[in-house]
């Protein structure tokens, strides 16, 4: 990990992984890359802690003008995730956004705007959905109810 990103980083990464530099990538302390993301690095990729991401997550931070005359040309823009953030299966996360802590991505999404904090944003362009709300603290999947067991069966896992 120190030899890619040039300091120690303790994340759990699932090979392949793809990028262009590494150094311009930071990552936070408990966060876990699936297997087959892109991060294209030619500018600041900054993760935060306890981060998940699914499989095949993209990241961009290069673009090209819209103009066709100066397409060959490029530009970079940093990207932002903050803490306890999901980030869906096949996303793709593009120059300049910012996802606020605690969101989810739905997969497949496509995020060309930041996404505030605490929101379920899904779709191509990808949109808040909704809030993270009580039910979400009380049911870990549609209407099945987090019980101490559950919680003890997956401490008992770690």
Known sequence: MKEIFGKETKAWIEP???????????????????????????TKIIIGKNVLFGPAVTIATVGHPINPNYRGYIYADPVKIEDNCWIGAGSTNCPGV?????????????????????????????????SIDEHDMKYYYKDREITQEDLDEEARLR
């Open 16 to 42: 392949p992984f793809y990028f262009c530099y590494g150094t311009n990538i930071e990552i936070g302390e408990g966060t876990y890359l699936n297997f087959n993301c892109n991060f294209v690095d030619d």
């Open 98 to 130: 910012t996802i606020g802590e605690n969101s989810v991505i739905g997969a497949g999404s496509v995020v060309t705007k930041d996404i505030p904090a605490n929101s379920v944003a899904v779709g191509n362009p990808c949109k808040v959905l909704r």
